[in-house]
């Protein structure tokens, strides 16, 4: 699978857009960048997944460079519920693949 | 919607106890996947089964086994807790085979207290 890097940790003020990077150098042609995210001891929640182009949802919306090396989940208004820890993770497009959390950035959107 | 189902959700065993924890998949999901996630630690995946036999090993002690059954649920069975094994443990679902639209379903977890 292949590595990602993530800031350990940001902050946000409240309803601004809050930008997590995330560099994924050895990305394969055929995976996918995905994000969850981890409130405090919850199970991890899906945000949003994108191949190459760019993609948006109700939750965020996810910006993947041209070359696919790095991305940026943007969550568009922070609010102080989003305070959490965001894991990106590289994998293949169906359950075959097992998801390889490494170390997320802690987001914390402060009043 | 019909989420990924745990239980227990919180759980205290003495060492060299035995643990049993359950984890019922979302209807026509046909694969879990199970994690473990120690204080202050990000979750690692211990083990995952398609259709009732393992597809991939991860950082699973020889001490745990795991099994999915016919209505596709999984027990995670812990065998001579040690303290170290105190954690949260995460199931999830998905398809296998198919694209995925909205990733994997996690549960709430159990949270493991050895004492």
């Known amino acids: 699978d292949a590595k990602t890097t993530q800031p350990t940790s940001m902050d946000c003020a409240e309803g601004r857009a809050a930008n997590l990077p995330c560099n994924h150098s050895?990305?394969?042609?055929?995976?996918?960048v995905y994000w969850y995210r981890q409130i405090h001891s919850q199970g991890p929640q899906y945000i949003i997944h994108g191949l190459k182009n760019n993609e948006t949802n109700e939750m965020a919306s996810l910006i993947i460079t041209e070359d696919r090396k790095s991305s940026t989940l943007i969550l568009p208004h922070a609010t102080l519920r989003d305070t959490a820890v965001y894991y990106c993770i590289v994998a293949g497009a169906t359950g075959a693949n097992n998801l390889f959390f490494g170390t997320g950035t802690r987001l914390t959107v402060i009043p | 919607a019909a989420g990924v189902i745990q239980s227990p959700r919180h759980l205290i065993k003495e060492k060299r106890e035995t643990a049993t924890l359950k984890c019922y998949p979302i209807?026509?999901?046909?694969?879990v996947y199970w994690y473990q996630q120690g204080p202050g630690q990000d979750p690692q995946f211990l083990i995952s089964?398609?259709?009732?036999?393992?597809?991939d090993k991860g950082s699973i002690p020889d001490r745990f086994s795991a099994q999915q059954f016919s209505d596709y649920h999984s027990e995670l069975n812990m065998s001579s807790l040690e303290l170290g094994d105190s954690a949260l443990y995460f199931c999830?679902?998905?398809?296998?085979?198919?694209?995925?639209?909205?990733?994997?379903?996690f549960g709430s977890g159990t949270r493991l207290t050895v004492v």
């Open positions: 209807p026509r999901h046909d694969t």
């Open positions: 089964f398609y259709e009732k036999m393992q597809s």
């Open positions: 050895t990305i394969s042609g055929n995976e996918y």
């Open positions: 999830a679902s998905s398809t296998r085979d198919r694209v995925m639209i909205r990733g994997y379903t």
